[in-house]
């Protein structure tokens, strides 16, 4: 394929489509939505207007780092302080499907519908990729993106029209067209990292307490993984408790999954081989975060399992 022809015809066909109109878009830091505001950005300039929303899902420094790399290409991001309005939509919820729901609720309805309202855009610039449709479309998985595949009509229930133009690529494509627009190698080399963000590795009940735990040791696979060449690794929480010992005395503990994969299109992927010291450093470091006492390495291929937990 021919991405730097492909860069252009999208961005031919984002103005064609906005015409005269405003738009918006949440960058979440991933390549998907980074690449859509580029190309969002060479299509419309300042009529695009690009958001990152805080769900309270993310990674330790995670917006300040977004809005710094997009600064430094000189595309203007807005942060937004969502958290709250995500933490009380997922309080008490134990159901996958429920806590994915929720978030489509409150990213489209509560958050999106009133910066839609309050910014005047029509249209929404949105980083679905041909997986995410796939998936969705066979009932793997209800992705949070891609509501027009879902049956919903996006104008209808939340007021505002929604282009993808990533919807005939799998991520291996997207990273392509990410190196045609010169995107740093931070954000075109990036893991991918799910929407629904930290919030797909919590097992049971999203709080911020959870949320603290899986954070931290989503910190440590994050650096102890960095070389591995996988195409994702992560942390998990589990609900399940395990009995341990610290400081000499008898804990009834977290349990915390590491996973590492490889895959070219998260079609389909099977466990890293990684070192034993290198997990020996990991299960170190990890049942040192206050609270978890057990590490476990996740060998399941996808599948049958996917790729997240939730
Ligand atoms: P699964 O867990 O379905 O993941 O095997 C396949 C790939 O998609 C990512 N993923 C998501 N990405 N919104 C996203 O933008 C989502 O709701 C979502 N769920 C999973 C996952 O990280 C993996 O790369």
């Not at 929303?53 to 790399?69: T, Y």
């Not at 079609?267 to 010291?277: C, G, H, I, S």
């Amino acid at each position: 394929m021919d991405y730097q022809a492909w860069v252009e015809k999208k961005i031919a066909e984002i103005r064609l489509a906005v015409g005269d109109a405003t738009a918006l878009n949440a960058l979440s830091g991933g390549v998907d939505s980074s690449v859509v505001t580029v190309l969002g950005h060479r299509a419309l300039g300042e009529r695009l207007k690009t958001v990152f929303i805080d769900n309270a899902l993310m990674r330790e420094g995670e917006p300040e780092r977004v809005v710094s790399m997009f600064a430094q290409m000189e595309i203007p991001v807005d942060r937004i302080d969502s958290r709250k309005a995500f933490l009380d939509a997922l309080a008490g919820l134990t159901d996958p499907e429920e806590k994915r729901c929720a978030i489509t609720d409150t990213f489209y309805r509560t958050v999106f519908g009133d910066l839609v309202r309050s910014s005047g855009a029509k249209y929404l610039l949105h980083g679905t990729i041909l997986t995410d449709i796939e998936e969705t479309v066979a009932g793997i998985k209800r992705q949070h993106n891609i509501l027009a595949q879902m049956g919903i009509d996006p104008r209808e229930e939340y007021g505002y029209h929604i282009l993808e133009p990533l919807a005939d690529l799998r991520k291996d494509g997207v990273r392509e067209v990410a190196r045609v627009l010169g995107l740093p190698a931070a954000l075109s080399e990036r893991i991918p990292f799910p929407g629904p963000a930290l919030a797909t590795r919590i097992v049971g009940e999203v709080t911020t307490e959870r949320l603290d735990t899986v954070r931290a040791a989503t910190t440590i696979v994050e650096e102890e993984l960095a070389d591995s060449g996988a195409f994702q690794y992560m942390a998990v929480l589990l609900t399940d408790k395990a009995t341990g010992i610290r400081d000499g005395r008898r804990e009834f503990g977290e349990i915390i999954v590491v996973r590492c994969i490889h895959s070219v299109d998260a079609r389909e992927a099977t466990a890293v081989e990684l070192p034993w010291d290198l997990l020996h450093r990991l299960c170190e470091r990890i049942t040192s975060i206050p609270g978890v006492n057990r590490c476990l390495y996740d060998l399941t291929p996808k599948p049958p399992a996917t790729i997240e937990y939730v």
